[in-house]
């Protein structure tokens, strides 16, 4: 019997523990989004405060903002498609949600802003509630409206309306489904970049309804994708592949890099953080792929699929995943400072102020401004990058073993040749973003290729 009570003794510590790492980070996922900790007095801060402010306060007023929490400009009706209305409401809110939560800036605890966002709050449930039945595209209902309405949540709880904020709770709840790793409401079983995004929904559940068990799934999901695999996801060679064998590793793979990065930050020294060899998997992901594949402010255009065809392609992603994981203590730290202060310097516009904060701690770090130099191979992806001081190269190829490329979404309609020998060489990384180049090119003659010219030679598939 005294064997018993010691050992139900040392489960109740455990109990304990992991019941009070949940505060912890819960704690840390709130600081991270409202720049806890930072001098507002910096340059970089400074700016973000003021655009979250200025941009806040706009969209609020009356030329933005009905009465009933809806926005005038977006259109509420139509099927989920390649884009959404709702969805940009929905990213809208947890832009407000950061807004009052922040301080340093005006908007800091506004009782307008707060009444403000409660409306907005309310809204959703036009669009999103319980009982509506999803249509379209599963990915919205799944994974892009609790994206965003999740952390809204966290950073709202106690605020609001109790009875919006649980309704909206049950309604996002119905739609992920029980577990991370499981089937949501619709949609497949998440892998790769879309299990990310799934079990960072789930994250701000077990934050919202103070669920130890589900942040421990949360962790062994988070940590089963840091990790390579033979399936979606990262590879051996630390490239990264999404929607069957296909390079993405700077389309889903740097989304990839930014959440598994920030889950690493507000996780840290907490249970629930990443083990050991999974965060050592990761930040090597980050340095070796995310780095390696990124000049100026852009991803190598060979590594962002069917996103080509977005005006909005930047290397955003890319950089947040450095900023973040540049703040872990790894042995590829060093490395990642100076690839984020490289970066930075060429970066243009301001950054979120949970970036701009990090990025003042790289600035204060001095690392030496500095990209990777010289030769990679990523076998599993049939892909080349050789890069020195002042220029970068690569070269896109395909075989049995990978995919060429993707059409969906109306997206990418003539990117079938983007493997057939594609040469890319920059030499400040934006000669064909940003300017227009891309859509004069002629696309069955991409730089590089030496394929037979026939319509039928390649296609869509």
């Known amino acids: 019997m005294p064997r018993i009570l010691s050992l139900l003794f040392i489960l109740s510590l455990s109990a304990s523990a992991f019941a009070a790492d949940i505060d912890v980070v819960r704690s840390q996922f709130t600081g991270y989004y409202s720049a806890a900790g930072a001098a507002r007095d910096g340059v970089r801060l400074s700016a973000s ?56 800036q005006s908007m800091y605890r506004d ?60 309604a996002m709840q119905l739609r992920i489904g029980a577990t991370p790793t499981g089937r949501g409401l619709v949609g497949p079983v998440p892998t790769g970049q879309n299990l990310v995004w799934t079990s960072f929904t789930h994250l701000c559940l077990a934050l919202i309804r103070n669920d130890p068990a589900r942040l421990a799934l949360v962790r062994d999901a988070m940590a089963s994708v840091a990790r390579p695999t033979s399936l979606e996801g990262i590879k051996r060679d630390r490239s990264f592949h999404q929607h069957g064998a296909q390079l993405y590793t700077g389309g889903y793979g740097g989304a990839f890099a930014n959440e598994v990065a920030r889950y690493a930050l507000v996780t840290g020294n907490t249970a629930y953080a990443l083990p050991p060899d999974a965060l050592s998997s990761f930040v090597d992901y980050v340095a070796d792929g995310i780095a390696w594949s990124m000049y100026g402010n852009y991803f190598d255009v060979s590594v962002i699929g069917r996103e080509v065809a977005r005006p909005s392609t930047t290397g955003f992603h890319g950089l947040a995943a450095m900023l973040q994981a540049a703040q872990l203590e790894t042995p590829r730290a060093n490395e990642l400072r100076s690839a984020a202060a490289k970066m930075l310097e060429t970066w243009k516009g301001t950054l979120p102020s949970e970036l701009a904060s990090l990025a003042a701690n790289v600035d204060a770090l001095r690392a030496p401004a500095m990209w990777p130099a010289g030769h990679r191979h990523y076998y599993t992806s049939d892909y080349t990058i050789h890069r020195r001081n002042g220029w970068f190269a690569s070269i896109k190829m395909f075989s049995s073993r990978t995919k060429s490329g993707e059409k969906t979404n109306n997206e990418n309609i003539l990117g079938s040749r ?29 730089p590089g290729t030496t394929i037979e010219q026939k319509a039928d030679t390649a296609g869509d598939t």
């Open 49 to 104: 405060l003021d655009e979250l402010a200025s941009v806040s306060h706009q969209i609020t007023g009356p030329d933005w903002f009905r009465s009933d929490g809806s926005w005038i400009d977006l259109t509420y009706t139509g099927t989920p498609d390649g884009g959404w209305g709702p969805w940009d409401h929905t990213r809208r809110l947890l832009y407000l949600a950061k807004a009052y939560r922040t301080p340093g």
């Open 111 to 170: 009782p307008q802003l707060r009444a403000d966002i409660e409306a907005a709050l309310a809204h959703v449930k036009t669009y999103y509630g319980a009982t509506i039945i999803p249509t379209g595209n599963w990915w919205f209902w799944t994974i892009g409206i609790p994206i965003d309405l999740g952390p809204t949540l966290v950073l709202m709880q106690g605020d609001v309306d109790p009875q919006i904020f649980d309704d909206l709770v049950q």
């Open 418 to 446: 983007q493997s057939d020998g594609r040469f890319y060489l920059t030499q400040r990384g934006d000669e064909l973003f940003g300017r227009d180049v891309l859509p004069a090119l002629d696309w069955t003659r991409l």
